[in-house]
């Protein structure tokens, strides 16, 4: 079945370091790519996506690109904020059977930047 | 501000009973989901709704119900057959089901069970 792969936190960072959190899939066919973040205490708000091999999606700083090639959707900003502490969870889409609709999600990685 | 909301934010239940977890979107979409969350992992689906009346099992459906039958309202239902109740809930919406649909989140349902 589908899965998707997170690199492992927490992550702690200082600020304006580079942050990369590593994303990599399998799925079969062509999915939809999903970067989520959640708050302390708050829902999921979706930060970026890209729906096909090549696409880079980026948002707020944020930057990651759909690498078919390498099942890849790793999640890049170069300068990190305190701001930007949070749980950060990657996630895929696939339509088709009984995966039409569903997303799969990545384990999450927490990410705390000091100032 | 078109958005979801759930209620309540915090919910505590002694075992056996069923308790219900409220979810509302005005957002006018057509599907509806929801996700269970523990620490340290991601999301898991419990159910979802395509339309008005009708709902599908996700992963992790036992233990647990739903109804549709309005299209901005989605609650779900724990029952006292779930075993490990205690979790964080997330209800979604999205315009439909096509995969590059983005789903939005509401801010969760906190259930401790007692």
């Known amino acids: 079945g589908d899965s998707v792969t997170q690199m492992e936190g927490p992550v702690t960072l200082s600020e304006e370091a580079f942050l990369t959190i590593n994303c990599t899939y399998t799925?079969?066919?062509?999915?939809?790519l999903f970067w989520y973040v959640q708050y302390p205490g708050e829902g999921l708000q979706l930060l970026l996506k890209?729906?096909?091999?090549?696409d880079k999606g980026s948002n707020k700083g944020f930057e990651a690109t759909y690498r078919k090639e390498t099942t890849s959707f790793h999640l890049e900003k170069g300068s990190v904020q305190v701001s930007d502490s949070a749980v950060y969870f990657c996630?895929?889409?696939?339509?088709?059977?009984?995966?039409?609709?569903?997303?799969?999600f990545g384990q999450g990685t927490i990410l705390t930047v000091h100032p | 501000d078109g958005g979801i909301t759930q209620s309540p934010k915090y919910l505590f239940r002694k075992e056996g009973q069923n308790v219900t977890l409220s979810c509302e979107q005005n957002?006018?979409?057509?599907?509806m989901y929801w996700y269970r969350q523990d620490p340290g992992q991601g999301l898991r689906l419990i159910y979802y709704?395509?339309?008005?009346?009708?709902?599908q099992k996700g992963d992790i459906a036992e233990g647990y119900s739903v109804s549709r039958e309005k299209k901005e309202s989605f609650p779900l239902t724990v029952t006292s057959a779930q075993k490990n109740p205690t979790a964080f809930y997330l209800c979604?919406?999205?315009?439909?089901?096509?995969?590059?649909?983005?789903?939005?989140f509401g801010p969760g349902t906190r259930l401790t069970v007692l």
């Open positions: 979604a919406s999205s315009r439909g089901q096509a995969q590059a649909d983005t789903q939005y």
């Open positions: 799925a079969t066919g062509y999915p939809s």
């Open positions: 890209a729906t096909k091999a090549d």
């Open positions: 996630a895929l889409s696939r339509a088709g059977g009984t995966s039409y609709g569903k997303l799969t």
């Open positions: 957002l006018n979409h057509d599907a």
């Open positions: 709704s395509q339309i008005v009346n009708d709902f």
